[in-house]
């Protein structure tokens, strides 16, 4: 059984972060952010890059830090405190499939840009919104030196400011990823979508035998990999949004006032407010025992401690955003109240690579079959 450890580096990150995100991500700065083109500032980008946020685990050999993916846990987590929209996931997220499953020259190729800043995203999802990595539709032929692949994607996250995109296709029946480069796509081929969390940059990708060197094709396909990092990322971002939205409970139950008391005195808010902190504090349990399982390399339990983390993560992230706004009354329903904003969240991590009751299911055989 795995303990919980937070090692030197996740420390110091950790520091760091919460000053960056509590700095560069206020919440009026967030709602500001949503009228922008960008999730995030270029300047706060060029930041982050120089801190060797987009580096930390890229191997040293490619310009790195090479440090775990449990390294960026910290970091994923105080963007989801301060809800600060960046490519910073969907970066990390893609740097994983090019480590996982990339050759040696495809590594050469890409890596090294995003040590650098180049932005990175992942094209997962199929236009129907199955994610499941087992049942793609999108699908792609290698004939001599040339590959033709034909896709349509939805949640391709900060699409347009990505240097490379890698894409999920079937090739020959077998499941397959596929590095395309931003220069590479037709125009058009990126549509932005309205998706519930207006801090994120949504688009759909859609291609038509696009022609490609069949080099672009990754060596490998590590799906179990990818899944895993992308659960643990978005563990991560809803623990810190179930701290953040929480923050804004407290704050309007120490300061509203009705028949002369603050309304945090009534019981039928002091309840539901603890269950919300008990289940925020099982939240990160849950992450920083998946992390732990990432950096021991114990393969046998790390696939339950993801599940057991995005399942938690799930469904408190979603009851705390909705607690918030039916605890505002009238004004929580309005756009200038701040817990919308985190309900918006939550809603959107809640489904990104299955909601509880999905992953509740794929822990069962994990926890009873021999």
């Known amino acids: 059984m795995a303990t919980i450890e937070f090692s030197e580096e996740q420390t110091m990150l950790m520091e760091t972060a919460v000053d960056f995100c509590r700095k560069h991500s206020p919440i009026d700065r967030v709602r500001a952010q949503i009228d ?15 801190l060797g946020w987009l580096g930390i685990t890229v191997p040293e050999q490619y310009g790195g830090l090479g440090l775990s993916l449990a390294d960026a846990v910290p970091i994923a987590e105080s963007m989801g405190r301060h809800l600060m929209g960046s490519p910073f996931v969907s970066t990390t997220l893609t740097t994983q499939a090019l480590i996982s499953s990339g050759s040696d020259a495809q590594r050469e190729q890409w890596l090294p840009q995003i040590a650098a800043g180049t932005a990175a995203s992942m094209a997962l999802t199929e236009e129907d919104g199955n994610w499941n990595l087992t049942e793609i539709g999108s699908f792609a032929s290698v004939q001599g030196d040339q590959l033709l692949l034909t896709a349509k994607k939805c949640f391709v996250q900060d699409a347009p400011d990505a240097g490379v995109i890698v894409v999920s296709a079937r090739i020959d029946g077998a499941a397959r990823l596929v590095a395309v480069a931003a220069d590479q796509l037709p125009e058009g081929a990126l549509t932005r979508e309205t998706v519930i969390d207006e801090t994120r940059r949504s688009y759909t990708l859609e291609v038509d035998a696009l022609a490609l060197p069949a080099e672009q094709l990754l060596d490998g396909a590590d ?13 991560a971002e809803m623990s810190g949004g179930l701290s953040g939205v929480l923050h804004v409970i407290i704050e309007y139950l120490t300061t509203r006032k009705q028949f002369d008391q603050y309304i945090g005195s009534y019981q039928s808010l002091k309840h539901p407010t603890v269950q ?3 289940s925020m504090e099982a939240c990160r349990s849950h992450l920083y025992r998946a992390a732990t399982c990432m950096v021991q390399g114990d393969t046998a339990e790390l696939e339950a401690a993801v599940r057991m983390a995005k399942a938690q993560g799930s469904e408190a992230f979603a009851f705390a955003g909705d607690r918030a706004v039916q605890f505002h009354g009238g004004f929580g329903f309005t756009y200038e109240c701040d817990a919308q904003l985190f309900l918006r969240r939550a ?12 992953h509740r299911n794929l822990l069962a055989p994990l926890l009873l079959d021999d």
Do not use: K, R
Not at 43 to 48: G, K, L, P, T
């Open 36 to 50: 922008e083109p960008q999730s995030v500032a270029p300047a706060v980008w060029q930041e982050m890059v120089d």
């Open 223 to 235: 799906f179990a990999a990818i899944e895993h990092a992308a659960l643990l990322l978005l563990s």
């Open 276 to 278: 919300i902190l008990l």
């Open 347 to 358: 809603l959107w991590c809640q489904y990104q690579f299955g909601d509880a009751a999905y």
